[in-house]
């Protein structure tokens, strides 16, 4: 079944459009890049949270979500999720790990951003296995989340950090992808699972950045507060870390 | 003023120049894909150059409330190497992207026999991704290959309302008239094509199918000739809604014949407006100059 939320009224020319569109895919999954390549044209480009988020840069756009269910649309038609640990359960992992690397790689921007928001809906449908015996999906998903958290955009920073980065991305990638959030001036309600994840290492990083924003005369992002084990006022002395690193 | 620049080359140009670019007035652009100065050497270059065009600098206008779009095309210079020319087999999967609003700069260079062919062969493709085409005019011997160029137009069949030919004056805007195409004019502050000249030619032939662009590239350029142009119309006793015809509503015509031009306001931006100074937007992390 398909699990993504699309905002998308229905009845509207956009949620016929994408009821098509999915169906196209469960018969004929070379039609998911042209779908791709047609999304927002189709179903809009609004954000998803605008009272919030009126760019639709932290939760995502509903042509993001239209392309997050193309995506499920394209695993179901492909056999992921089926035979979990059977060798027909690898192929298809490995059948749908190949088209979403090659639509992510051949996408513009908000086409990459679909194909990570598609990922973080195949995480929560619970069709990536577990942590730690990473399935051909996992490792693409890795491969092209490290891609989209080189970028400079920061609507794909946040869409590689959602559920399915706060899942599968090491520690190391993911605590650099969330001070990225903050350094680009993205609300950290991006990241996913933020309280479970974030570690003292974060917490050092996090008010280090703070203490070169404020040498620099520069406001410290009220978010940073969620990353540091003490309360962090913009006055606070900028030795702090010295006092409170615990790595 | 509102205006649309249906030709400017983005990617060689600063943050300064869409600063300005927003503060005249200039909401929506047109980036038609061309040769880079430095010939490429690869296929590899070329993609690289297209996703550049439909990814960073699509976000990289958006940070200061410019629509980007762009044209894909293999260029009439680089068509004459064979190591580019095997980038044709790549443009048809880039005709179906979001804000690609037609196939271009296509046409002539120096008019050899493998321009031809690749010309022909994207004129093909505009008509499979029922795209328009911008096709550029030779810097030398102007006028044979604009005459050529209209030749090569009416043997594909594709409806001349479908085609802007690009970079014209006095001597060649009557024959792309005639045939029914929309004619292009690139403003420079020293070759080409002047603001004075332009208006000249509007008292001749009307605002009827006339496009104005500034052609910005890494060249001596002035990303602002589009608005120049509608001052010196203004000056020369055109009306307000002459100078909207030129500006905005005929690029906006011609491009939306792709069913792809995207023209309401980036979201925290008004419509007319500048932006408030001071407020920072989600993410505006190039407005803030920050690499992150
Ligand atoms: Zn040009």
Redesign the pocket.
Known sequence: MNTVTTGIPAGTPGAVWLDEALAGVARDPDSVTRAFAFAARRVGRAPLRPDTDPGGVVHGTVDDAARAALVVALADAVGVGMGMGTCVGADADKDCADRLVLLYRQGDGAERRGVLRGFDALTERGDLGPVGEPTALVTAGLELAADALRANDPSLVAAAVGPFGARHLDQHTWRHAILKLVFQGVSLTAASDLDRRADDELGRMARDFAAERRAAGRSVPADLDRLTNTRLTNDQPTNDRLSSTKE | MRILDP?I?MTSRTTDDYEALYAAGVRAVVE?A?WLGQPRTSVGSFTDYFDSLLGWERFRAAQFGVRHHATIALNPKEANDPRCREVLAEIPRYLLKDGVVAVG?VGYDSMTPEEDEVFAAQLGMAEEAGLPVLV?TPHRDKLAGTRRTLDVVRESGLAPERVLV?HLNETNVALVRDAGAWAGF?IYPDTKMDEHRMVALLQEYGTERMIVNS?A?WGRSDPLKTVRTGEAMLAAGFSEDDVDQVLWRNPVAFYEQSGNLVLDPVPGFSAGEPPTPGVEFEGSSVLRGARA
Do not use: G, Q
Request: glycine share 0%.
């Open positions: 030709h080359h038609p061309f700069e550029h690009d690139s052609a590239d």
